[in-house]
């Protein structure tokens, strides 16, 4: 038997090794996300910084790119962890998946090397396969798009074919027709019309229904199977609220799309369905995470991974408040209409990511560890857990200081830029000089580079956790029982 504070890769099943190469890849991308964050937000306190080296459009590019595609890869490690323990049978096609880990990285690393590399140009039929289509959020090349929905397919032909093999509980159901959506949905961006409201259009649709919707209901299914996991919930209990989430998917996400629509040239009505439908979808989640506290202190359980449940809790919330609450108040149209394209998006942009996306995936990387070092002790009195903690503690501080500085920013220029200047370009650079908008993109450089640090630590901890623990790792009944 392996010592407990190994790293030994015995300890997993087929699906969770290639789910700890996922994991490596999206903590790497997770840090150049934040390196490029950090550059672009020195270039508005310092104007001439890199100029001619990297442009601001590229390095905004790259660490929009960095965050979706780091969280897509987090995403797939997440479902492989889970995939054979749900199905209760060995992972279908495991080579093929390896392979296209390979391939699916290699493509990521050349993609970035030509946003680099080929930063301005002229814009041709060529240009969009081969080094942007100039979308925003979406502007990989064209093979790279192909490339991103025959990984995906792949991807999914290993969950089916594992589950067909198996069993298929409630939370695979969930997910595999999740899958296709997450698939599907991104061809939508694969083709242009000469109509610009039409394009917006379908634009639009990859942008919420493959960032904000399909991905919500694949955090249903990681936060279900990571609050069995780590607090021993009941899988009825996790499943209703799963079952709700996709309810309120199909209810209130399919037509909270319409917030997007405002302004692109759609009809009117989009104002009021799109307003009132589009904060509705995280509710399920924050009730799941509630109903299984209850639950856990009802039955006297206590949770496994303590850092994996702080991250559980984190994420329940920042999901509601920075996808749902924020979100509500800043898409409302009557405010939307002043803030729309200032820095208050931006604001509730990294709220929502951060908050919906980010902390749910760092949780899975703890789970991932807990078994990875043997199953080993991960709560109460855990050797070295100051690391954990504090670098929750900056991430999170960090996070909300780089929101508030850009929400100060944001009202700045939605007063002086569009209600009191009517959004001319006269308003827009007086908005860029008053000092509500420099000061919020000082406090944003502050807390950027205190997440900066937060993250480092996070790096510090993932190697470490666990590597001077002995104990194993106690069950929930045990614990249960220790509590009567």
Same mark, same amino acid.
């Given at each position: 038997?392996?010592?407990?504070?190994?790293?030994?890769?015995?300890?997993?099943?087929?699906?969770?090794?290639?789910?700890?190469?996922?994991?490596?890849?999206?903590?790497?991308?997770?840090?150049?996300?934040?390196?490029?964050?950090?550059?672009?937000?020195?270039?508005?306190?310092?104007?001439?910084?890199?100029?001619?080296?990297?442009?601001?459009?590229?390095?905004?590019?790259?660490?929009?790119?960095?965050?979706?595609?780091?969280?897509?890869?987090?995403?797939?490690?997440?479902?492989?962890?889970?995939?054979?323990?749900?199905?209760?049978?060995p992972?279908?096609?495991?080579?093929?998946?390896?392979?296209?880990?390979?391939?699916?990285?290699?493509?990521?690393?050349?993609?970035?090397?030509?946003?680099?590399?080929?930063?301005?140009?002229?814009?041709?039929?060529?240009?969009?396969w081969?080094?942007?289509?100039?979308?925003?959020?979406?502007?990989?090349?064209?093979?790279?798009?192909?490339?991103?929905?025959?990984c995906?397919?792949?991807?999914?032909?290993?969950?089916?074919?594992?589950?067909?093999?198996?069993?298929?509980?409630?939370?695979?159901?969930?997910l595999l027709?999740?899958?296709?959506?997450?698939?599907?949905?991104?061809?939508?961006?694969?083709?242009?019309?000469?109509?610009?409201?039409?394009?917006?259009?379908?634009?639009?649709?990859?942008?919420?229904?493959?960032?904000?919707?399909?991905?919500?209901?694949?955090?249903?299914?990681?936060?279900?199977?990571?609050?069995?996991?780590?607090?021993?919930?009941?899988?009825?209990?996790?499943?209703?609220w799963?079952?709700?989430?996709?309810?309120?998917?199909?209810?209130?996400?399919?037509?909270?799309?319409?917030?997007?629509?405002?302004?692109?040239?759609?009809?009117?009505?989009?104002?009021?369905?799109?307003?009132?439908?589009?904060?509705?979808? !995280?509710?399920?989640?924050?009730?799941?995470?509630?109903?299984?506290?209850?639950?856990?202190?009802?039955?006297?359980?206590?949770?496994?991974?303590?850092?994996?449940?702080?991250?559980?809790?984190?994420?329940?919330?920042?999901?509601?408040?920075?996808?749902g609450?924020?979100?509500?108040?800043?898409?409302?149209?009557?405010?939307?209409?002043?803030?729309?394209?200032?820095q208050?998006?931006?604001?509730?942009?990294?709220?929502?990511?951060?908050?919906?996306?980010?902390?749910?995936?760092?949780?899975?990387?703890?789970?991932?560890?807990?078994?990875?070092?043997?199953?080993?002790?991960?709560?109460?009195?855990?050797?070295?857990?100051?690391?954990?903690?504090?670098?929750?503690?900056?991430?999170?501080?960090?996070?909300?200081?780089?929101i508030?500085?850009?929400?100060?920013?944001?009202?700045?220029?939605?007063?002086?830029?569009?209600?009191?200047?009517?959004?001319?370009?006269?308003?827009?650079?007086?908005?860029?000089?008053? !000092?509500?908008f420099?000061?919020?993109?000082?406090?944003?450089?502050?807390?950027?580079?205190?997440?900066?640090?937060?993250?480092?630590?996070?790096?510090?901890?993932?190697?470490?956790?666990?590597?001077?623990e002995?104990?194993?790792?106690?069950?929930?009944?045990?614990?249960?029982?220790?509590?009567?």
């Amino acid at each position: 038997m392996t010592a407990l504070r190994a790293l030994d890769s015995a300890n997993l099943n087929g699906g969770q090794k290639l789910a700890v190469k996922y994991f490596t890849v999206a903590l790497a991308l997770l840090g150049v996300q934040i390196t490029f964050g950090l550059l672009a937000a020195v270039q508005f306190v310092m104007p001439d910084f890199l100029f001619g080296v990297v442009d601001f459009s590229i390095k905004r590019m790259v660490h929009i790119n960095a965050m979706i595609v780091w969280m897509v890869f987090g995403f797939i490690g997440s479902v492989y962890w889970m995939l054979e323990e749900e199905a209760g049978a060995p992972t279908v096609g495991l080579k093929l998946g390896n392979i296209i880990f390979y391939v699916f990285t290699a493509a990521v690393l050349v993609v970035v090397a030509v946003y680099l590399l080929v930063q301005t140009g002229p814009g041709e039929i060529e240009t969009q396969w081969f080094i942007t289509e100039g979308r925003e959020y979406t502007e990989a090349p064209r093979w790279a798009d192909i490339g991103i929905v025959v990984c995906l397919l792949t991807f999914f032909y290993n969950v089916a074919a594992t589950f067909s093999k198996g069993k298929v509980t409630g939370i695979g159901g969930v997910l595999l027709l999740d899958l296709v959506a997450l698939a599907g949905i991104y061809t939508l961006g694969m083709f242009y019309t000469t109509n610009l409201t039409m394009d917006q259009y379908w634009w639009w649709w990859v942008i919420h229904m493959w960032v904000e919707a399909t991905w919500e209901v694949m955090v249903g299914c990681m936060m279900a199977y990571g609050l069995m996991k780590v607090l021993g919930t009941s899988r009825k209990i996790v499943t209703t609220w799963l079952y709700l989430e996709v309810f309120m998917m199909f209810g209130s996400g399919i037509l909270g799309i319409g917030h997007h629509y405002f302004w692109i040239g759609t009809p009117q009505y989009w104002l009021s369905i799109g307003g009132f439908f589009s904060a509705l979808e !995280p509710l399920p989640l924050v009730a799941m995470v509630v109903h299984a506290v209850y639950d856990a202190g009802v039955h006297k359980s206590r949770n496994n991974n303590h850092p994996a449940m702080g991250w559980l809790i984190a994420h329940a919330f920042g999901n509601f408040f920075g996808a749902g609450v924020f979100g509500f108040i800043h898409t409302l149209p009557q405010i939307n209409l002043y803030t729309h394209g200032t820095q208050w998006s931006a604001s509730h942009g990294h709220f929502a990511f951060y908050g919906a996306y980010a902390t749910i995936i760092i949780a899975f990387f703890y789970i991932a560890l807990q078994k990875w070092r043997g199953d080993v002790w991960m709560s109460g009195n855990l050797f070295g857990g100051w690391k954990w903690k504090w670098s929750m503690v900056l991430l999170n501080v960090g996070m909300l200081g780089m929101i508030m500085g850009m929400l100060v920013a944001g009202f700045a220029q939605s007063q002086i830029e569009r209600a009191i200047g009517g959004a001319t370009w006269t308003a827009f650079f007086a908005a860029q000089e008053h !000092p509500w908008f420099v000061q919020g993109m000082h406090w944003r450089l502050a807390f950027g580079t205190m997440f900066a640090a937060g993250y480092a630590l996070l790096v510090w901890d993932l190697l470490t956790i666990g590597k001077r623990e002995t104990r194993p790792v106690q069950s929930h009944d045990d614990a249960a029982l220790e509590a009567k």
